[in-house]
């Protein structure tokens, strides 16, 4: 019989969680200097201001709400950036879901057609924002990517193979025109 492993029990990486305090952020962990190569890593970074400034401006998003920032490092983690430009698109992403749950509150508790129409269309636009985003990450992360898979192909005596796109026939009269 398997057993059901809670989240609790599931192997992961451990990012150092961060504070707020005073208005001053730091990191949640004994050893400071070992815990911002951590998140360093995560965010996919080792230049010491893009990390200071990113970090500084999650802060400035989320504040005083610590739980907001750790969610917003979450995501950002979860992404797995490769460099500093998807860093910063996930960074984006993380913000803008956030604003998206926000108004999605806000639309709920709409009490009048005015509020429900103006939270309705912001809320639009964040998902398309992010809907954008996701897509914009894909692209960038397939860049130069292109793969091509045969799996058979046979050409009989006389026969021949096109390689390539192929236009569609269509005829018009007695012509034929390829788009």
Do not use: C, W
Request: overall charge neutral; aromatic content about 4%; hydrophobic content about 45%.
């Amino acid at each position: 019989m398997a057993k059901d492993v809670t989240i609790d029990e599931a192997p992961r990486k451990a990012t150092p969680r961060l504070k707020i305090m005073d208005g001053n952020l730091s990191v949640d962990a004994p050893d400071k200097a070992g815990s911002h190569i951590k998140i360093m890593a995560a965010l996919g970074t080792s230049d010491p201001d893009f990390y200071a400034t990113l970090l500084s401006q999650l802060a400035n998003i989320a504040a005083p709400d610590e739980k907001a920032l750790n969610f917003m490092m979450a995501v950002i983690k979860g992404i797995e950036p490769r460099d500093q430009l998807e860093t910063l698109l996930a960074a984006q992403m993380a913000a803008i879901h956030s604003a998206t749950m926000a108004l999605a509150k806000r639309l709920a508790q709409a009490n009048s057609v005015q509020q429900q129409d103006s939270a309705s269309n912001a809320f639009n636009k964040l998902a398309r924002t992010f809907a954008a985003q996701m897509e914009a990450l894909k692209r960038y992360r397939s860049s130069g990517e292109q793969t091509v898979t045969v799996q058979q192909v046979q050409v009989n005596d006389g026969g021949q193979a096109i390689v390539g796109n192929v236009g569609v026939a269509q005829k018009s009269g007695d012509q034929s025109h390829a788009k």
